[in-house]
């Protein structure tokens, strides 16, 4: 069973953390009272937030099967090989959403330097990539990985995934945690999808129809928008993201069938493989990954769990008097918690 945010493990795994108090501290929010539950949590975390001025690099990485995607390199003037985190976007964003461009944006602040990846045919990289972006392309983690490795050889790296990024995090430590472990010591995800049929699943239900019918337009909208795919659209259209993961995502994707293409891609199976410290943050409230999925998900000690009553899904806007008690700068809780980490490893 998975540990609430007081009830941390205690085990001989603790010592191989890169801070011996990393994760320990005990996590709360409480939502400001205008948006009190998931639902409008989410919406508003979505979309109540200020564009950050764009000052990255953007560096251009070749994938070992010849595709390409683009991430958004941020370096603070007076770094000088220190840690950086690797943030990792999910389904229908990119490097321009909210939380990445204000999380960045903190993170350089705190002199810490932070990459913004653009998954493949995503953002900068939706007109360079031949293929599309599904969950099965964890490995493409991997390798950015391997390129910042390269890159910046004397530096650690903390990987930080949202929402289905988060959840390609998690498979991408339990696939290749030995082939990365030299650079990467610790990660960071936040309301990861680990069983993608059950959170389909539950997005066709009750108000969740709306995420569900949200995600399909948009989905459509990207599959309009790029010729590769152009003659893969039909008359007869997605209604839910079940369906456009069976019409699109699997065959796109080279998988036999949508049951294929979750089972390949979903990381509860696979938890018991991840050897690097990684933090999982997750909302009981939230309406598109239900925290039930952990309820019964095979941690071990070295994934430290935090589940919190409120936040929704990525939205955790806190009250005036949650934000005093940790000393938040604006109401993106969620924000200053992944900072907070990091720079306690530091």
């Not at 008359?235 to 294929?260: C, H, I, Q, W």
């Not at 929704?312 to 940790?326: D, N, V």
Request: charged share 20%; net charge neutral; glycine share 8%.
């Amino acid at each position: 069973m998975s540990q609430s945010a007081n009830e941390i493990p205690n085990s001989d795994a603790g010592s191989s953390y890169a801070s011996e108090q990393w994760g320990r501290n005990t996590l709360h929010f409480q939502p400001v009272r205008f948006f009190p539950n998931g639902h409008l949590q989410t919406i508003s975390g979505a979309y109540l937030w200020r564009n950050v001025p764009h000052r990255a690099i953007d560096r251009t990485v070749v994938l070992p099967d010849g595709d390409q995607l683009v991430v958004h390199d941020d370096c603070p003037d007076d770094w000088d090989t220190r840690r950086l985190v690797l943030l990792v976007h999910g389904l229908g964003g990119a490097h321009d959403s909210g939380y990445m461009q204000r999380i960045s944006n903190k993170l350089v602040n705190a002199g810490i330097r932070a990459v913004r990846m653009d998954q493949r045919g995503c953002g900068a990289g939706a007109a360079i990539a031949e293929g599309p972006f599904h969950a099965g392309r964890f490995a493409d983690i991997a390798t950015v990985v391997e390129c910042l490795g390269s890159w910046h050889p004397n530096s650690k790296i903390t990987v930080a995934g949202f929402s289905l990024g988060g959840a390609m995090t998690v498979k991408m430590l339990a696939e290749f945690g030995s082939q990365i472990e030299h650079w990467v010591d610790s990660a960071i995800v936040v309301s990861p999808p680990i069983d993608l049929l059950r959170c389909s699943q539950g997005l066709s239900q009750g108000a969740n129809r709306f995420y569900d019918k949200r995600f399909v337009r948009s989905l459509m909208n990207h599959v309009r928008k790029n010729p590769r795919f152009a003659s893969k659209i039909t008359e007869k259209m997605p209604k839910s993201l079940y369906e456009f993961d069976a019409m699109f995502t699997a065959p796109l994707g080279g998988f036999s069938s949508v049951d294929e293409y979750y089972s390949f891609s979903s990381s509860t199976h696979d938890l018991p493989k991840i050897q690097i410290p990684t933090i999982l943050l997750a909302a009981e409230d939230d309406p598109i990954v239900p925290a039930k999925i952990y309820d019964d998900a095979p941690f071990t000690d070295v994934v430290r769990v935090h589940r919190v009553a409120g936040g929704g899904h990525l939205g955790f806007l806190a009250s005036k008097s949650c934000r005093t008690q940790h000393d938040d700068r604006d109401w993106h809780w969620m924000d200053w918690r992944v900072v907070q980490w990091v720079r306690q490893l530091e």
